[in-house]
C-alpha cells in the first residue's frame, strides 16, 4: 500500500475530478487527501432551538424547515431572505452572495441543518450566510453524532466534491488502507508521557470519530504533533545559530564606550536598559554570533541602548549600522547620534534613498576602506553595492517593516555574520514569540524612563465633538500643542484622503487662525514640505499637527500633550497604542482622545476599551492577538505559525508549551535523532525538508 500514488487512481476519483482536487484543494496522493483534514464538526446532539438564541456572534446549528424565500433590493443591496421555522419559533436567514446557487437547493417544506452566528437586528435575530444542509429528519439521530466538514469550492462542488463528496471519498480511502500504515512520527517516550493517541488511530478518527470524547483526543494528539515539529524546526536553528555560527568577538569596552558613558551620557539609564546592555554585552563577548530581539514599548529608550552598542563595535575596530524603515525615523535617529557622540569626535554618516550620487559614492567608498565606521539608514543599506570592511553589528529598528529575505541579504555583507541586533515596539506576546522568533534571544525593556506620567485616555463618540475642542483649547492656553490624526490607512485611498482634508479644513473652522496655527502632514506630501511643516510644530510655531499615520514612527516632540484619533474604530490596537505613544514623552500629563462613531461592534468596542484600561503595549498586544489570530502579527507570515492545520497558537498553549518542552529537550540531548526511539523523527524531517524553503538563516 503506497499512499503517495496518484489520487487518480482512488475508486471514485478519475481524471476530471483529480483535477480539480489539485487545482482547488493541492491534493496530489492519497496521503495529501488524508491530510485535508475536516475543519470543524456537525455534533448532531447539539442543536439548538430558535428561541434559545440569545447571543449575536456565537456559532449555533439549529434544525429548520424552509418556510419561503424572497429576493429583495436592487444593486448592492440585493439580497436573498429565507424564513425557515423549527417548533420554537421562526428565524430569517440571509445571503448577500451567491443567491442563486442557494435557491437551487431549497425546497419549501424540507428540514435543513443550519449553522451560522446570528446577529440582532431590529429586535429580531437574523443568520447571514448559514451553512445549509439538506437532512432526513428522520435518519438524523442515527449513527455516530460526530460528522466531519471539509473546506470545499464552488468549483468542486460542481464535480460532486462538496464536503460530503470529500468525506465519501475520504471514507473509501480509508476502508482500504491496511491497519498502521500511517506511520508514526513520534518517540514512544512522548507518546507515553503525555499520553497521546497512536498516529494511524488518531488520523483515521479525525476523518470518522467514534465519538465526541475519542474525537478529542485525536485532535489533541494530532495538534501536539504539529507543534511539536514546529518547536524541532525552532530548537534546531537556534542550536546551530548558538554552535555551528562563530561571531565575531567584541571582548573589550574600550575608550569610547567609557568615555560616552562616563561622561556625556544625558541621564541615567534605567534598570531595564542596563539589563539589556548587559545581555548584549554577554553575547558579543563570547564568540558566539548574537540574534538577539529587543522589545520595548514606545518611548521605553531602545535608541540609547543601540548606540550604546555601535560604540562598543567601535572599540572593538568593527563597523556597525543602524538601519530603520522610514526616512524620517532614519533621518531623527541620525540628528540624535551625531549630536550625542559630537563630543567624541566620532563621524555619522547617512545613507538613504535621497542621497545624491556624489556623496553615495563617497559612503560606499568609506564604508570598503573602512574610514567610516558607524553608517544610519533606509534599506538603501541592503542593496549589494554596500560593501563594507569589517561589519561587526547590525541593528533594525522596528523590525515589522523589514522582510526575512531583505534582512538574509545583510548577513552576506560579511565573511562572519555580524551580530544581529532587532528592535521593536510592537510587543510580541510571550507564546508567540518563543514560536515565532523562537531562534532569537529575547531581551525586554520593560521600564520606561523615569519622570513619564502614564497617559491618560478616554474613549469618546462625535457627538461630544463640542467638549473635546473645549479641552484641547484648555490645553494648548497652557501652552501644549495637540495632534489630530485621521485614518490613512492606504495612502493611495482616494476617499480616506478626501477624509483626513474635510477633517483639517473642519479643524481650521473649529481653531480660526490668527489665534491658532495648524501643521498638516500625510504621506503625499512632499518630503520637503513634510519637514517643513514637522518643524514648525517640532519649534512650537504650531499649536495643532493634522496628519495621518506618517507619524506613527515620527518625530518625538515632548511639549505635544494629546492625541486625538478621529475614527479610532478603524485601527487596529497595535497602531492605536503606537499612536498614543507619540505623546506622554514630556513631563507633563498627557491625554489620549479616541474618537468613533456611536454604532461600534462589540470588537470595536473592546478595542477602545482595552486602550482606556491599560498602558501596558505586552496587555495590548496579547488582546490584539486573542482578537485578531496571530496571523497579523508581525514574523508570523515567514514563520510558519500560519500554515498550521489543525494547532492553534492562542488556544493551545497548553499544548504548545508541552510541545515547546519536548522538543527542546530532544534536540539537547539527541541532536542528530540518533536514538532508535527518536528515528521516526529524522524519518519526518526528511519528508519535511523536501517541502520546505530555507527562511531559517537569520531571522
Ligand atoms: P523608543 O524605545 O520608542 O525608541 P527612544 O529611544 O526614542 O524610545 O526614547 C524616548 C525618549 O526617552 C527619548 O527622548 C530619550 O532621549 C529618552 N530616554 C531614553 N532613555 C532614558 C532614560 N534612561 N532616562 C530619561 N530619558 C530617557
Ligand atoms: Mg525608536
Not at 529575547?442 to 520606561?448: G, Q, R
Not at 474613549?459 to 485621521?486: C, H, M, N, P
Not at 485578531?628 to 492545520?645: A, E, F
Amino acid at each position: 500500500m503506497n499512499l503517495l500514488q496518484d489520487i487518480v487512481y482512488l475508486k471514485g476519483v478519475g481524471p476530471a475530478r483529480a483535477k480539480v482536487l489539485n487545482e482547488e484543494f493541492g491534493v496530489y496522493t492519497w496521503r495529501d487527501l488524508l491530510f485535508h483534514y475536516p475543519f470543524r464538526y456537525i455534533d448532531k446532539s447539539q442543536i439548538t432551538s430558535v428561541s434559545q438564541i440569545k447571543t449575536e456572534h456565537e456559532p449555533v446549528q439549529l434544525l429548520l424547515e424552509c418556510v419561503s424565500w424572497q429576493e429583495l433590493g436592487v444593486g448592492r443591496a440585493k439580497r436573498l431572505a429565507a424564513r425557515f421555522r423549527d417548533a420554537s419559533g421562526d428565524i430569517e436567514l440571509v445571503w448577500f452572495k451567491g443567491a442563486q446557487y442557494i435557491v437551487k437547493s431549497l425546497q419549501i417544506g424540507q428540514h435543513y441543518l443550519v449553522y451560522g452566528k446570528p446577529t440582532l437586528f431590529s429586535g429580531k435575530y437574523n443568520i447571514a450566510h448559514p451553512e445549509l444542509e439538506w437532512v432526513e429528519k428522520s435518519r438524523m439521530m442515527s449513527g455516530s453524532s460526530m460528522k466531519p466538514v471539509y473546506r470545499s469550492t464552488e468549483k468542486a462542488a460542481k464535480k460532486g466534491l462538496n464536503s460530503n463528496g470529500i468525506a465519501q471519498l475520504t471514507r473509501q480511502m480509508i476502508a482500504e488502507m491496511p491497519a498502521n500504515v500511517i506511520p508514526e512520527n513520534l518517540p514512544v517516550s512522548i507518546l507515553t508521557k503525555y499520553k497521546l493517541m497512536d498516529r494511524d488511530k488518531a488520523i483515521r478518527e479525525l476523518h470518522f470519530p467514534t465519538d465526541a470524547k475519542t474525537l478529542e483526543w485525536a485532535v489533541r494528539r494530532l495538534k501536539f504533533e504539529e507543534l511539536f515539529y514546529l518547536q524541532i524546526k525552532v530548537a534546531a536553528q537556534k542550536l546551530a545559530l548558538t554552535k555551528d555560527e562563530r561571531g565575531v568577538v567584541f571582548e573589550k569596552v574600550g575608550h569610547y564606550f567609557h568615555t560616552f558613558y562616563e561622561e556625556h551620557l544625558p541621564f541615567e539609564l534605567t534598570g531595564a536598559q542596563k539589563r539589556v546592555l548587559k545581555e548584549i554585552r554577554q553575547d558579543v563577548g563570547k564568540g558566539f554570533h548574537m540574534n538577539r530581539l529587543i522589545q520595548g514599548d514606545v518611548g521605553s529608550g531602545k535608541t540609547i541602548v543601540a548606540i550604546l552598542s555601535m560604540l562598543l563595535a567601535v572599540d572593538n575596530g568593527f563597523q556597525s549600522c543602524l538601519m530603520a524603515p522610514t526616512e524620517i525615523l532614519t533621518l531623527q535617529h541620525y540628528k540624535a547620534m551625531c549630536e550625542l557622540l559630537e563630543p567624541l569626535n566620532l563621524k555619522v554618516e547617512l545613507l538613504t534613498g535621497s542621497t545624491r550620487a556624489a556623496e553615495r559614492r563617497r559612503i560606499h567608498a568609506g564604508l570598503l576602506d573602512g574610514s567610516i565606521s558607524m553608517l544610519v539608514g533606509t534599506h538603501a543599506l541592503i542593496e549589494p553595492v554596500v560593501q563594507f570592511n569589517n561589519l561587526g553589528l547590525v541593528i533594525i529598528d522596528e523590525q515589522h517593516r523589514f522582510g526575512v529575505a531583505q534582512r538574509a541579504r545583510l548577513w552576506e555583507k560579511a565573511k562572519i555574520p555580524p551580530h544581529i541586533l532587532v528592535m521593536t515596539a510592537t510587543p510580541i506576546p510571550r507564546t508567540l514569540a518563543m514560536t515565532v522568533y523562537g531562534d532569537l534571544d529575547v531581551s525586554v525593556i520593560d521600564e520606561l524612563p523615569p519622570g513619564r506620567k502614564p497617559i491618560q485616555t478616554v474613549w469618546r463618540t462625535d457627538a461630544r465633538r463640542l467638549e473635546i475642542d473645549g479641552f484641547l483649547e484648555k490645553e494648548i492656553k497652557k501652552g501644549r500643542q495637540v495632534y489630530i490624526v485621521y485614518p490613512l490607512i492606504d495612502e493611495s485611498e482616494a476617499l480616506d484622503f478626501k477624509n483626513l482634508m474635510e477633517g483639517y479644513e473642519s479643524v481650521v473652522r473649529r481653531f480660526p487662525r490668527p489665534q491658532y496655527q495648524i501643521s498638516i502632514v500625510h504621506g503625499r506630501a512632499k518630503a520637503e514640505d513634510r519637514d517643513f511643516e514637522m518643524n514648525l510644530f517640532l519649534k512650537g510655531n504650531t499649536h495643532i499637527m493634522v496628519a495621518t499615520t506618517v507619524i506613527e514612527v515620527g518625530v518625538n516632540v515632548p511639549n505635544a500633550s494629546v492625541m486625538v484619533i478621529e475614527s479610532a474604530e478603524r485601527f487596529g490596537l497595535s497602531q492605536l497604542h503606537q499612536l498614543r505613544g507619540r505623546v506622554g514623552r514630556g513631563a507633563d500629563q498627557s491625554y489620549c482622545i479616541l474618537v468613533t462613531g456611536d454604532k461600534l461592534s462589540q470588537e470595536s468596542k473592546l478595542r477602545m476599551e482595552t486602550m482606556c484600561q491599560t498602558n501596558d503595549g505586552f496587555e495590548i498586544a496579547e488582546v490584539d492577538l486573542q482578537l485578531r489570530g496571530p496571523g497579523d502579527i508581525s514574523g508570523t507570515q515567514q514563520s510558519g505559525v500560519l500554515q498550521l492545520k489543525i494547532a492553534d497558537i492562542v488556544k493551545d498553549q497548553s499544548i504548545l508549551l508541552a510541545a515547546r518542552e519536548s522538543a527542546m529537550e530532544l534536540v539537547e540531548t539527541d541532536p542528530s535523532f540518533g536514538q532508535l526511539d527518536n528515528f521516526c523523527i529524522k524519518k519526518q524531517l526528511d519528508e519535511n525538508n523536501t517541502l520546505q524553503s530555507n527562511w531559517s538563516k537569520i531571522s
